[in-house]
């Protein structure tokens, strides 16, 4: 038996199945998405529900499977196998979208805006090796001026991007530096 954990709450969003959950960084907030293309912000002391996001996927296959907070507070990352997206907390509106062939994994800065990204480089050749790069967006910076998205969202463009010399990325990540920032 372990002393001093136990169940607070169960929570569910009109039948639909959890797939990813986040907590902010000062913990005032829990981020869950379910499936397909939404997800809830709760107040995880009151389990009050505070706001939904929904961002209809271009793909009706795919579905949200990540969501983290930048250190920021004032957004939120979430992925889909196809999408990568930014919402500002503050209004509810996605920022941005970056659309990508098929997003493997991503993880959020804890000590800063920024993003990592890792994506499937789409080919025309189908008999081409697949091949991999890592993209960094901070959250607030990734905006292009003058383009959108079929949604009207604007498209975000990439602060760096890393080609992978082989492999298949699993998982990526931030290290922390010295300086307590944390380096992809």
């Known amino acids: 038996?372990?002393?001093?954990?136990?169940?607070?709450?169960?929570?569910?969003?009109?039948?639909?199945?959890?797939?990813?959950?986040?907590?902010?960084?000062?913990?005032?907030?829990?981020?869950?998405?379910?499936?397909?293309?939404?997800?809830?912000?709760?107040?995880?002391?009151?389990?009050l529900l505070l706001s939904t996001l929904a961002q209809p996927l271009a793909d009706a296959a795919d579905s949200l499977c990540f969501v983290s907070f930048p250190a920021d507070g004032g957004t939120l990352f979430a992925h889909s196998r196809r999408a990568f997206f930014c919402w500002s907390l503050l209004s509810g509106q996605l920022l941005w979208a970056y659309r990508a062939a098929d997003v493997v994994a991503a993880a959020a800065d804890p000590y800063s805006d920024v993003a990592l990204v890792a994506v499937a480089v789409a080919s025309n050749d189908a008999n081409a090796k697949r091949s991999y790069m890592l993209l960094e967006f901070a959250a607030n910076g990734a905006r292009a001026a003058g383009t959108a998205a079929d949604d009207g969202s604007a498209t975000a463009t990439p602060r760096r991007a890393w080609q992978l010399a082989h492999g298949t990325p699993t998982a990526v990540g931030f290290l922390p530096s010295a300086k307590g920032a944390g380096e992809p």
């Open 1 to 47: 038996r372990l002393e001093g954990w136990g169940c607070r709450a169960v929570g569910y969003y009109r039948q639909s199945a959890a797939t990813a959950a986040a907590f902010s960084a000062d913990g005032s907030l829990l981020a869950v998405a379910y499936t397909p293309n939404v997800i809830t912000l709760w107040d995880p002391l009151s389990t």
